[in-house]
């Protein structure tokens, strides 16, 4: 399958988590969370949907993760009502750890200095 179709497919679940997120889910352990990136495979069958959370706290943090590992089959199917294909991806989310790993860059060179 063409790259370029895989890479329209994740931009557009963004699109679609992101607001299914703001505008369907009222739990409240999802309120405050940014989706940074969604990777689909080559075969549209898998979706890691990627967060991030300003939360610091390791048990808002799990609080989050099982929140929305609980609303999972909610986004799939909302996505499947939004987007036209022929077979819904699996969703599955995971924490972007991308922002803290440029924290802890951040401060090392700062050390450094």
Do not use: C, W
Not at 6 to 27: C, F, G, H, P, Y
């Amino acid at each position: 399958m063409p790259k370029y179709r895989v890479e329209r497919v994740s931009q557009e679940i963004l699109r679609e988590v992101n607001d299914i997120l703001l505008k369907t889910v009222k739990d409240p352990r999802v309120q405050n969370v940014t989706i940074t990136d969604v990777e689909v495979t080559g075969d549209l069958q898998h979706a890691t949907v990627y967060y991030s959370t300003l939360e610091k706290d390791e048990q808002a943090r799990e609080d989050t993760q099982t929140g929305l590992d609980k609303i999972a089959g909610l986004v799939r199917s909302e996505i499947g009502n939004r987007i036209k294909l022929y077979k819904t991806p699996e969703i599955r989310f995971e924490r972007d750890k991308s922002l803290e790993q440029g924290q802890r860059i951040e401060k090392i060179l700062k050390d450094l200095k």
